[in-house]
């Protein structure tokens, strides 16, 4: 195979990930969800890969990292940030960076709003950029099996 026949990454149209979600709790709920680690810890991460460690101090300046563990291998993922904008219960903004070499390793931004609808949270969660398609579509599997989880969790929160 010729350097100019190797496959290539998917051109991006769009280098932005938009996430909708209505979840079933009000929003001070989905809020302490997001932003206590004791909480958080437990949706945290793709179905397959579960946080087993987070931390956060979710104030602008504020520094969060994580750890997720594949369940089919035990390898460990490591993710970190800094929080830029913390507006309680309305708006969650965080820097994001895997600690990988290459694209993986690249700092997003990722922007999180919480719109309460009458006892019921509308979350519009915006992760940006991506250099890849592959990238983006992965990142976009991995919070939908989190958040997905962080639905079960706000049930529980319920019930306490």
Known sequence: MTASSKPSKSALAEPELVIMRVFNAP????????TDPKLAVQWWGPKHHPATHLEMDARPGGLWTGRLRSEADGAVL????????????ERLVFTFAWDEEG????????????????????MTF????????????GHRGGWTSA??????QL????GS
């Open 27 to 34: 929003r001070e709920r989905v809020w302490k969800a997001w």
């Open 78 to 89: 490591t993710h970190r940030g800094v929080f830029r904008e913390v507006v309680a219960p």
């Open 103 to 122: 694209e993986r390793g690249l700092e997003t931004l990722v922007t999180i709003t919480f719109a309460d609808q009458g006892g019921k949270t509308l």
């Open 126 to 137: 915006r992760q940006i950029p991506f250099q890849s398609a592959e990238e983006r579509d």
């Open 147 to 152: 958040f997905d989880r962080f639905d079960d």
């Open 155 to 158: 049930l529980e929160l319920k």
